[in-house]
C-alpha cells in the first residue's frame, strides 16, 4: 500500500535554514558548529559566500554533504589593496590605547556608520606603533572546504 509521506524540503532561494557546518581551509577549521548548537540563516542576506549558498541549493532536509570549494572562489583572490598600514593614533582612538598587538592578532574595527565590524589580522608592527593589516578574509585565495548538515528548510 502506497505512503502519502510528505517530501523532504529542499532548499531554494531565500529559505530560512537550521544547519550544523564546518569550513576549513588549508590550515583547519574555521568555523565549527557541529560540536555545539546549530547556525540558522537567510538564504541571500549574505550570511554564507554566493559560493556557498549556491551549493546549498537543492539540498533537502535532513541531508549532509562535504563541498571541496576551489581556491579563490568561496571569498575570493587575496587582494594586496586589502593590506593596509593603520596609525597608532588612529588604534588608540578606536581601543586601547595600551594594546599590544602582535603577528596574527586578528583585530575588530567598527563600520564608518558604527552598526557592524570588519576584521583585519596582523601581519607586522613598526617601531612608531603602527601596524600593516590584512584586510582580507583569512580564507580568500585558499581553497575551502564546507561541510553541511541540512536540520530544518523553511
Not at 565549527?32 to 547556525?39: A, I, V, Y
Not at 601596524?131 to 582580507?136: G, K, Q, S, Y
Amino acid at each position: 500500500m502506497p505512503t502519502n509521506a510528505p517530501e523532504s524540503p529542499i532548499v531554494h532561494p531565500g529559505a530560512f535554514l537550521t544547519l550544523h557546518y564546518r569550513l576549513a581551509g588549508p590550515a583547519g577549521d574555521i568555523i565549527n558548529t557541529f560540536d555545539g548548537l546549530p547556525s540558522t540563516l537567510t538564504l541571500g542576506n549574505g550570511e554564507l559566500s554566493p559560493a556557498m549558498e549556491n551549493r546549498l541549493i537543492g539540498m533537502k532536509e535532513g541531508e549532509r554533504m562535504t563541498y571541496h570549494i576551489p581556491s579563490g572562489e568561496a571569498f575570493g583572490e587575496k587582494n594586496p589593496d586589502m593590506q593596509q598600514w593603520v596609525a597608532r593614533k588612529l588604534l588608540n582612538e578606536l581601543g586601547d590605547p595600551e594594546e599590544q598587538y602582535t603577528l596574527g592578532d586578528v583585530v575588530q574595527f567598527p563600520t564608518p556608520t558604527g552598526e557592524g565590524s570588519y576584521a583585519g589580522t596582523v601581519l607586522q608592527v613598526r617601531d612608531d606603533g603602527a601596524v600593516l593589516f590584512d584586510f582580507n578574509h583569512p580564507l580568500a585565495g585558499h581553497p575551502v572546504t564546507f561541510e553541511v548538515q541540512l536540520i530544518g528548510v523553511l
